[in-house]
């Protein structure tokens, strides 16, 4: 399995980006897709995650900002982020877990800079 991402980049506060991953050679069903963000000095944290079957976590500080969602077809998963703030400022990583060949697999990350 492997997983691609895209989106991110520089965008002041207020502003919105859309972060999307997709997994290739996934030939079984994948359970679970989300992000991890992890700042400078800072712990690595989940941001969200969205299963299979459309429930979704989010961190009590993207609730109500970030949406994510599922392309189960595709493979794919979006990272819908509005009002970003400064304190958003980090890289992101998705993430794939697919039970049925177990482990946690990673795209690579992706910088997010919300800054005037």
Request: glycine residues 12%; hydrophobic residues 35%.
């Amino acid at each position: 399995v492997q997983l691609q991402a895209s989106g991110g980049g520089l965008v002041q506060p207020g502003g919105s980006l859309r972060l999307s991953c997709t997994a290739s050679r996934a030939n079984f069903r994948i359970d679970i897709m989300g992000w991890y963000r992890q700042a400078p000095g800072k712990q690595r944290e989940l941001v969200a995650r969205g299963t299979h079957g459309g429930r979704t976590n989010y961190a009590d500080s993207v609730k109500g900002r970030f949406t994510i969602s599922r392309d189960n077809a595709k493979n794919t998963a979006y990272l819908q982020m509005n009002n970003l703030k400064p304190e958003d400022t980090a890289v992101y990583s998705c993430y794939a877990d697919i039970a049925a060949v177990g482990g946690r697999h990673w795209g690579q990350g992706t910088l997010v800079t919300v800054s005037s």
